[in-house]
C-alpha cells in the first residue's frame, strides 16, 4: 500500500495493484472502443530508489493535452513531477518518492489504434502504436495528425456531457491560443473526408461527411461562443469538393447573422443536392425561425423521403406537425420514428484500485458544502423509481416530443387523439370476436349444404354427413356462445387495460402517499380533488400485435379500423413512462397547494428537490422547476445539478448578478472535480450569452463589486480573458 508521500498534492490518481494492470486492460479493452475512444490514459511509476522498495504505479485519466508529438505528451509527463508530495524535511527519515517513469496512452479515432509515449526519467522518450490486437508499430505523422485531432475532438465534446463521469479525470483547455484554434483548423480540414469514421452521435444512424464527431465538434467549438466566421470559412473551402457541406456552411452564417448569404448559399446547393436531408433540415430551422412552419412542414415532409431510415428526419417533421397543432399527424409521425439501440460513449474497463487519492483543493472548496452522505441524499422510492431519467439516445428524444404534445394539449386530450389515431385493445379485442363469429357463421353454412349428403367410409358403410360434424358442432357452439360474467372480464384488469380513472398514489410504501390518502379522506384536499385525478392510459393494440406487417390479409379485410394504425410497443411504453411523470408531478403540486393554504413549511430532502426539479423540466413546468432547484440550494446536498441548472435560467432571463453568483458554485464544483478547463463550458456559454447583451467589461466589473477571495475571482476571470484573447462578442464594451 502507497504511504501518503506517494501521492500528487493536485493530481487524482488511482493506485495499482498490480503493477501496469491498467495498461493491460486498456491493451485488451481497444478492440470495443467503437467511436471516439475514452480520454487518454496517464500511467506513472514511482520509486523511492531503495533496493527492497517495491515500486508503485498509479494512472488517472485526462482530456485537452496537445497530442501533436511524442514531445508534447512526454512534457505533460513531465510536469507531474512537480506535483508529488514532498513532505520530507532535511531532518526526517520518511522515504522520498520520485516518478521513474511513465506512458501516456491516446486513441486514434481514426485509424482505430492506440499511440502510447513511454517516458523514463531520467532516460529517453519511445514513441509507439499498439493496434487491436496488441501488436506494436512505429508512429508516422499522418498517424499523429489523427491523433491529435482525435484527442481534441474528445476534450470538446465530452467537456460538459453529464452522463459521462470517470473517476479520477481530469480536463484541461483543450485550446488556449490562436494559434493552437488555427492548427485545429487545419487538422479538421486535411481529416474532413474522413470525419465518418469516427461516428457520430447516438440519434444517427448512418455517419456521413456532414453528420459525424468531426462536424459535431467544430460546430460545438464554434457557436457556442458565436464564432462562426472561422468555421464558414473552413466550409466554405470544403463545400467546393463536397455540395453537401453547404449546409454546414448555411448554418455557420445564419450563425453570423448573414441571412441572405445563407439564403443563396442553400438555393445555390439544392440544384447540386436535392435530396440530402441535412440541408432541407438547414432551410426547415430557418423557415420556422421566421414563423413559417407551414412551409417548414414542406421541407421536413420531403426530408423524410430523402432519408426515412433516419430518426431526426422524423423527429423534424413531429416539431412541425406540432407547431401547426396538428396533433393526431403529430402522433402518428412519431409513432412511425426509427428506434435505434443506444451505445453510450467509449470508456475504460473499470478496475478496482488499491487506492484512491483525490486530493481537494481547500481555496476552492471551502464555499461548497461537505461531501458527506446525509439525510439529503435519501429520497422517496416513488421519486427514485421513476423511469423517464433513464431514457438515453432516440428514446429520450422521443419522449421529449411526448412531453411537448401533453404540454400543448393536457393529458386527457393526449389521451383522445391517441385513441383516435391507434387500435385500442378492447377495439382489437371486438374486432377479433366478431372476425371469429364470422368464421363460425361461415362454418355453419357449409355444414348445412353437406348436412344431407351421404359419406362411404373406407369400410363400405353409409352414414349421414352431420354425424361426421359432431365433434366440430360441440367446438362450434363453444365459440359461437355468449362468455360468462367472469370469462369476459379483459385480462389486464390489474395491468395497463383499466378504464376506471384511479386516485393517483406515489408508492404503497411511502409516507407521501399515506398523508394524501389521510387528508383526501378528511376532506382537506377537497379543492385539489380534480387535479388529483389522473386517468391511467389503457393499452393500444400494440401489446399483442407489435408488427403491423405481422397482421394478415383476412384480419385486414376483417378489420373496420382503416383510418386507425397499431400503435408501437415502444411509444405504448412512452406512454406509461409520461403517466408515472404526470403523476407524481400531480401529487406533488396537490402537496404544495395544500400545504400553502394551511400555512405550512412544505419539507423535502436535497435529493426529493433536485429529481422533482428534472421532473418539472421534462414536463416543461419551466417556473416550477426553478424553484424546485432554488430550495435544493436551501439543504446541505452535495450537488452541481441545480447550479448548473439555475445558471443557465439566469443567462436566458438576462439576470448577471444571479448568473454569476451560480457560475461561482458551478466553477467551484468543476474545480473540485478536476475540471480545470475554460472552454467550452457551461459556464463560458453563459457569460458570452450575457456579454453580447451587457457586454463583458459589466461582467468583470460585478465580479469585482462582489468582492470574492483571489483564487475564484482568478478562475472566474479566465472566462473573460478567454473572450478577450478570441474576440468573443462584447470583449469590447
Same mark, same amino acid.
Given at each position: 500500500m502507497a504511504d501518503a508521500t506517494a501521492s500528487f498534492k493536485d493530481v487524482?490518481?488511482?493506485?495499482e495493484v498490480e503493477l501496469g494492470e491498467a495498461l493491460t486492460a486498456r491493451t485488451e479493452s481497444l478492440s470495443t472502443f467503437r467511436e471516439l475512444g475514452p480520454p487518454d490514459l496517464c500511467h506513472i511509476v514511482k520509486s523511492t530508489g531503495r533496493t527492497g522498495q517495491r515500486d508503485i504505479g498509479s494512472y488517472h485519466f485526462v482530456?485537452?493535452?496537445?497530442?501533436?508529438?511524442?514531445?508534447?505528451?512526454?512534457a505533460y509527463?513531465?510536469?507531474?513531477?512537480?506535483?508529488? @508530495?514532498?513532505?520530507?524535511?532535511?531532518?526526517?527519515?520518511?522515504?522520498?518518492?520520485?516518478?521513474?517513469?511513465?506512458?501516456?496512452?491516446?486513441?486514434?479515432?481514426?485509424?482505430?489504434?492506440?499511440?502510447?509515449?513511454?517516458?523514463?526519467?531520467?532516460?529517453?522518450?519511445?514513441?509507439?502504436?499498439?493496434?487491436?490486437?496488441?501488436?506494436?508499430?512505429?508512429?508516422?505523422?499522418?498517424?499523429?495528425? @489523427?491523433?491529435?485531432?482525435?484527442?481534441?475532438?474528445r476534450a470538446i465534446l465530452y467537456s460538459d456531457d453529464p452522463t459521462y463521469w470517470l473517476e479520477a479525470y481530469r480536463k484541461l483547455d483543450p485550446i488556449t491560443t490562436i494559434e493552437g484554434e488555427l492548427r485545429f483548423l487545419q487538422a479538421a480540414e486535411a481529416l474532413f473526408m474522413k470525419g465518418w469514421q469516427v461516428g457520430s452521435d447516438p440519434e444517427i444512424q448512418v455517419a456521413t461527411v456532414v453528420s459525424n464527431h468531426l462536424t459535431a465538434g467544430v460546430m460545438k467549438y464554434f457557436s457556442s461562443s458565436g464564432r462562426c466566421q472561422p468555421a464558414a470559412n473552413l466550409f466554405e473551402k470544403l463545400a467546393a469538393r463536397e455540395p453537401e457541406i453547404a449546409s454546414l456552411l448555411a448554418r455557420s452564417y445564419i450563425g453570423m447573422n448573414e441571412e441572405v448569404k445563407a439564403v443563396q448559399i442553400m438555393s445555390a446547393a439544392m440544384k447540386h443536392t436535392p435530396h440530402s436531408y441535412t440541408l432541407l433540415h438547414v432551410q426547415s430551422d430557418f423557415l420556422r425561425s421566421k414563423g413559417r412552419s407551414d412551409w417548414a412542414l414542406k421541407l421536413a415532409k420531403e426530408a423524410v423521403n430523402c432519408a426515412p431510415s433516419e430518426f431526426v428526419t422524423w423527429e423534424k417533421l413531429t416539431e412541425l406537425y406540432i407547431d401547426t397543432k396538428d396533433y393526431e399527424s403529430a402522433l402518428l409521425t412519431l409513432n412511425s420514428c426509427p428506434m435505434f439501440t443506444f451505445?453510450?460513449?467509449?470508456?475504460?474497463?473499470?478496475?478496482?484500485?488499491?487506492?484512491?487519492?483525490?486530493?481537494?483543493?481547500?481555496?476552492?472548496?471551502?464555499?461548497?458544502?461537505?461531501?458527506?452522505?446525509?439525510?439529503?441524499?435519501?429520497?422517496?422510492?416513488?421519486?427514485?423509481?421513476?423511469?423517464?431519467?433513464?431514457?438515453?439516445?432516440?428514446?429520450?428524444?422521443?419522449?421529449?416530443?411526448?412531453?411537448?404534445?401533453?404540454?400543448?394539449?393536457?393529458?386527457?386530450?393526449?389521451?383522445?387523439?391517441?385513441?383516435?389515431?391507434?387500435?385500442?385493445?378492447?377495439?382489437?379485442?371486438?374486432?377479433?370476436?366478431?372476425?371469429?363469429?364470422?368464421?363460425?357463421?361461415?362454418?355453419?353454412?357449409?355444414?348445412?349444404?353437406?348436412?344431407?349428403?351421404?359419406?362411404?367410409?373406407?369400410?363400405?358403410?353409409v352414414t349421414a354427413g352431420n354425424a361426421t360434424f359432431a365433434d366440430d358442432d360441440a367446438s362450434t357452439r363453444g365459440m359461437s356462445s355468449p362468455l360468462s360474467e367472469s370469462e369476459s372480464k379483459p385480462e389486464f384488469e390489474n395491468g395497463l387495460n383499466v378504464s376506471a380513472i384511479p386516485i393517483i398514489r406515489v408508492s404503497s410504501e411511502s409516507d407521501t402517499e399515506r398523508e394524501i390518502a389521510e387528508s383526501t379522506r378528511n376532506g382537506i384536499a377537497e379543492q385539489d380533488e380534480q387535479s388529483m385525478t389522473l386517468e391511467k392510459p389503457v393499452q393500444a393494440a400494440a401489446g399483442e400485435e407489435p408488427e403491423p406487417s405481422q397482421v394478415s390479409n383476412s384480419y385486414q379485410e376483417a378489420f373496420s379500423f382503416t383510418n386507425k394504425r397499431l400503435c408501437e410497443r415502444w411509444l405504448d411504453n412512452l406512454f406509461m413512462v409520461l403517466y408515472e411523470d404526470l403523476r407524481v408531478w400531480t401529487i406533488f403540486r396537490a402537496e404544495v397547494a395544500h400545504f400553502k393554504t394551511q400555512h405550512v413549511a412544505y419539507r423535502k430532502t436535497g435529493i426529493e428537490w433536485e429529481i422533482l426539479g428534472d421532473l418539472g423540466m421534462r414536463l416543461h413546468h419551466k417556473e416550477e422547476a426553478k424553484e424546485a432547484y432554488q430550495r435544493c440550494l436551501d439543504t446541505s446536498r452535495y450537488s452541481q445539478k441545480p447550479w448548473a441548472k439555475l445558471l443557465e435560467m439566469y443567462?436566458?432571463?438576462?439576470?448577471?448578478?444571479?448568473?454569476?453568483?451560480?457560475?461561482?458554485?458551478?466553477?467551484?464544483?468543476?474545480?473540485?472535480?478536476?475540471? @480545470?478547463?475554460?472552454?467550452?463550458?457551461?459556464?463560458?456559454?453563459?457569460?458570452?450569452?450575457?456579454?453580447?447583451?451587457?457586454?463583458?467589461?459589466?461582467?468583470?466589473?460585478?465580479?469585482?463589486?462582489?468582492?470574492?477571495?483571489?483564487?475564484?475571482?482568478?478562475?472566474?476571470?479566465?472566462?473573460?480573458?478567454?473572450?478577450?484573447?478570441?474576440k468573443v462578442e462584447g470583449y469590447d464594451f
Open positions: 487524482p490518481e488511482l493506485f482530456s485537452g493535452v496537445d497530442a501533436s508529438s511524442s514531445a508534447s505528451l512526454a509527463i513531465n510536469s507531474l513531477t512537480y506535483s508529488i @508530495e514532498d513532505n520530507s524535511a532535511w531532518f526526517s527519515k520518511s522515504t522520498a518518492w520520485k516518478v521513474r517513469n511513465g506512458c501516456y496512452c491516446c486513441f486514434n479515432a481514426f485509424s482505430r489504434v492506440d499511440i502510447r509515449v513511454d517516458v523514463k526519467i531520467p532516460g529517453g522518450v519511445v514513441a509507439y502504436v499498439v493496434d487491436l490486437r496488441g501488436e506494436r508499430h512505429e508512429a508516422t505523422p499522418e498517424i499523429w495528425q @489523427e491523433t491529435y485531432l482525435s484527442a481534441l475532438l451505445n453510450g460513449r467509449d470508456a475504460h474497463r473499470a478496475l478496482v484500485p488499491a487506492k484512491v487519492h483525490l486530493p481537494f483543493q481547500r481555496q476552492i472548496g471551502d464555499i461548497l458544502p461537505e461531501k458527506t452522505k446525509s439525510e439529503d441524499d435519501v429520497a422517496d422510492p416513488a421519486l427514485l423509481r421513476l423511469p423517464a431519467p433513464g431514457l438515453r439516445g432516440t428514446w429520450a428524444r422521443a419522449y421529449s416530443l411526448l412531453t411537448r404534445l401533453v404540454s400543448d394539449i393536457g393529458w386527457d386530450e393526449l389521451l383522445k387523439t391517441r385513441s383516435v389515431v391507434f387500435v385500442m385493445e378492447e377495439e382489437y379485442r371486438m374486432q377479433k370476436a366478431q372476425a371469429d363469429i364470422q368464421k363460425v357463421a361461415t362454418s355453419h353454412s357449409a355444414q348445412d349444404v353437406n348436412e344431407n349428403a351421404a359419406v362411404i367410409h373406407e369400410d363400405g358403410s443567462a436566458d432571463e438576462g439576470d448577471i448578478t444571479r448568473t454569476i453568483q451560480a457560475a461561482i458554485r458551478v466553477a467551484a464544483y468543476q474545480y473540485a472535480d478536476y475540471t @480545470e478547463m475554460t472552454y467550452p463550458t457551461l459556464i463560458a456559454r453563459c457569460f458570452f450569452k450575457l456579454g453580447q447583451i451587457h457586454g463583458h467589461a459589466k461582467i468583470s466589473f460585478t465580479l469585482l463589486s462582489m468582492g470574492l477571495p483571489d483564487p475564484i475571482l482568478k478562475i472566474m476571470d479566465s472566462y473573460l480573458q478567454y473572450g478577450k484573447t478570441f
